[in-house]
């Protein structure tokens, strides 16, 4: 068993924030205030990854705290995987219903830290097409999807499918372990996970009812 930096378990902490604040402002709150405080935060995280980009000198309120908390190497010039977070969680929000919003956020959250944790924890076979992924995270990044995916129906009070459920979840976790960029899957996995689930249930929650 590996040991994992402290600093890593600290970026993991700012990376599951966002899923337990952000979920009772989804569920509880009407749809105006849910989009006045995700794009608040989408125009932070905006702000910081263009400040870090042109080499501004000033702070970003929040942003500029989780930049020096979280911020990889490969990230001290940007901040994408934020940015990208927030401002596809923004559009969700705007575009699709609570429980698409809902079962997006707490995939991209909670399913892939303990995709990274137990990776990095218990290590083992590498993801044939991507070696930088083992197969044990990216089976957590499964199993908490799905639990995730089943949650938020049960918090909105749905019945869920699943069918729905597992194919979902299977397609987060295939995103998720693609040899891309590591900030990509910011975008990739929680946009993918709300058109699933919007498109899986059709009609039925294609209403302006939030």
Not at 27 to 32: A, D, I, L, R
Not at 34 to 52: G, N
Not at 96 to 102: D, G, S
Request: charged share 15%.
């Amino acid at each position: 068993m590996n040991r994992i930096p402290r600093r890593e378990l600290v970026r993991k902490g700012w990376h599951v924030l966002p899923g337990i604040l952000g979920a009772p402002i989804i569920v509880f709150t009407p749809k105006w205030v849910t989009l006045v405080v995700v794009w608040f935060f989408a125009f932070l995280y905006t702000l910081q990854h263009l400040k870090l980009l042109r080499g501004w000198s000033f702070t970003v309120p929040i942003a500029d705290l989780s930049y020096r908390t979280m911020a990889r190497e490969d990230e001290r010039d940007n901040f994408l995987g934020s940015f990208l977070l927030w401002v596809t969680m923004a559009i969700i929000c705007t575009v699709f219903p609570k429980i698409a919003a809902l079962s997006a956020l707490w995939v991209s959250t909670f399913g892939d830290c303990c995709n990274a944790i137990a990776g990095q924890l218990l290590g083992g076979p590498r993801i044939p097409w991507n070696r930088r992924k083992t197969l044990i995270g990216s089976t957590v990044m499964l199993v908490v999807s799905i639990l995730a995916l089943w949650a938020s129906h049960r918090v909105l009070e749905l019945d869920p499918s699943p069918a729905i459920i597992m194919g979902v979840a299977m397609v987060a976790t295939l995103l998720e372990s693609l040899p891309l960029h590591s900030a990509y899957d910011e975008f990739t996995v929680p946009f993918s996970t709300a058109f699933l689930v919007w498109l899986a249930y059709g009609g039925a929650l294609l209403s302006p009812v939030w």
